[in-house]
Structures are given as structure tokens and as C-alpha cells.
């Protein structure tokens, strides 16, 4: 069974530019959560994919947003990138929304850093 | 407005003893509680859960425990081994919302020999 992974590893950008970062779900799974972890922080929501909508946002403004493809692959893109948007980015997948609580699998994450 | 908190940032315990975390919540609407290990480099993999109907779940040499009038918990593990060397964190859900974990700003335990 293959977990989840995220790519790239590490990205470097540059203030005012756009950002693409990738997850992979664990197979079967169909909903998706992203978070963002600041250093020495945990990890904050951001937003969670079901069957290829938005469904549930936490407290980020709308420069970030995301897909979720039919394979249930996801995308987080953060436009006009900001000096705090340097974090760790973390995909989590989990087999069904609607089904009752089971936890969620997390991938290894993205390290952006932003000059 | 920390929701969830985990007030020990670090916490070193001897190989073989106890191991306390503890996490407190203020968000009366959680009812979900889990608890998520990190080690470098890697994402946060799920050690143990507990739903709001009950005080106390064991699992293996872990063991959570849920005070909901005092909105705490904590996760026990014994006997304490080097490889538990890791960050800790608490994370709450509420009903409807079960995607969306709150989490705590972590523990970092260091098991020593």
C-alpha cells in the first residue's frame, strides 16, 4: 500500500511569486487536507478536498487555494507569496469523509522558504 | 487564540520509565482527541485516539487519558524506549469537522539511556 507522498521535498521562491506543491493520497483515500506548520508551531488547517471540492476552510485568506483531481491527487497554490508563508506544508489523506472518524495519514511535506 | 495547548515544550525521561504528555483544550465543541508523533523529516504518523464518550485507551505501551471536565488529556507510555525520542502532539476534532485537527505546538521528548 502506498502512503502519502509530496513533491517537491524543498522549494525556495521569492517574495510576490506563485507556488504549485503536490500531494498524493494514500490509495482509496478520497479526501485531502492540507496544513501549514511554522516553526515551532503545530500544524495549522488550511483547507480539505472531497471528490474534487472545497469542503472546509480554515483561517487563510483566499490567495490559497487548491484542486483535487479524480485520481484524488491535490495541488495547494499560494499566490503573491508572503514572508510568513515559509513553513512546512503537510498533505493529509483518510479513507471517507463521511464515513465516522478514522484517522488521517500525513505525508513527509514541503519545506517552502520565501526571500 | 491557542485552542489546543500543550504547555511542556520538551520533557526527558530515562529508558524504562514513565513518559507523561500532557495537553489541555478549551474549545468545549471538540470530541475527538488524538495524539500524533513527528519525528525529523518525516510527517506526523498517529499514535493514539480517544472519542469524548470515553476516559481512558490503551494501546500497547500507550495510554491516553481524558479528563473532559477539566478539558485535559494525557498520553502515558511505559516503559519509556530511546526510539520514542520524538515530537508529540495533541490534536482535537469536533463533531462534523473531523478533517479538521486542531493541534497543539508540541512536546519534544527525549528518551535517555
Known amino acids: 500500500e502506498t502512503g502519502v507522498t509530496q513533491s517537491p521535498t524543498h522549494l525556495i521562491k521569492t517574495r510576490g511569486q506563485q507556488v504549485t506543491l503536490r500531494c498524493s493520497s494514500q490509495?482509496?483515500?478520497?479526501?485531502v487536507s492540507w496544513y501549514q506548520q511554522a516553526l515551532g508551531q503545530g500544524p495549522q488547517f488550511i483547507f480539505q478536498?472531497?471528490?474534487?471540492?472545497?469542503?472546509g476552510r480554515g483561517n487563510f485568506p483566499p490567495r490559497f487555494s487548491g484542486l483535487q483531481f479524480p485520481n484524488y491527487s491535490s495541488e495547494l497554490n499560494v499566490n503573491a507569496l508572503e514572508l510568513d508563508d515559509s513553513a512546512l506544508y503537510l498533505c493529509?489523506?483518510?479513507?471517507?469523509?463521511?464515513?465516522?472518524?478514522?484517522?488521517?495519514?500525513f505525508g513527509p511535506g514541503t519545506r517552502l522558504t520565501v526571500l | 487564540d491557542q485552542q489546543v495547548k500543550q504547555n511542556s515544550p520538551s520533557l526527558s525521561v530515562q529508558e524504562g520509565r514513565i513518559s507523561i504528555l500532557n495537553c489541555d483544550y478549551t474549545?468545549?465543541?471538540?470530541?475527538?482527541f488524538l495524539w500524533y508523533k513527528k519525528y525529523p523529516a518525516e510527517g506526523p504518523t498517529f499514535l493514539i485516539s480517544?472519542?469524548?464518550?470515553?476516559d481512558k485507551n490503551e494501546d500497547g505501551r500507550f495510554t491516553v487519558f481524558l479528563n473532559k471536565s477539566a478539558k485535559h488529556l494525557s498520553l502515558h507510555i511505559v516503559p519509556s524506549q530511546p526510539g520514542d525520542s520524538a515530537v508529540y502532539f495533541c490534536a482535537a476534532s469536533g463533531t462534523g469537522t473531523a478533517s479538521k485537527l486542531t493541534f497543539g505546538t508540541g512536546t519534544r521528548l527525549q528518551v535517555t539511556l
Open positions: 480517544i472519542s469524548s464518550i470515553k
Open positions: 490509495s482509496g483515500h478520497n479526501t
Open positions: 474549545n468545549s465543541m471538540f470530541d475527538y
Open positions: 493529509a489523506s483518510r479513507l471517507d469523509r463521511v464515513l465516522s472518524y478514522n484517522e488521517q495519514f
Open positions: 478536498y472531497y471528490r474534487e471540492e472545497e469542503n
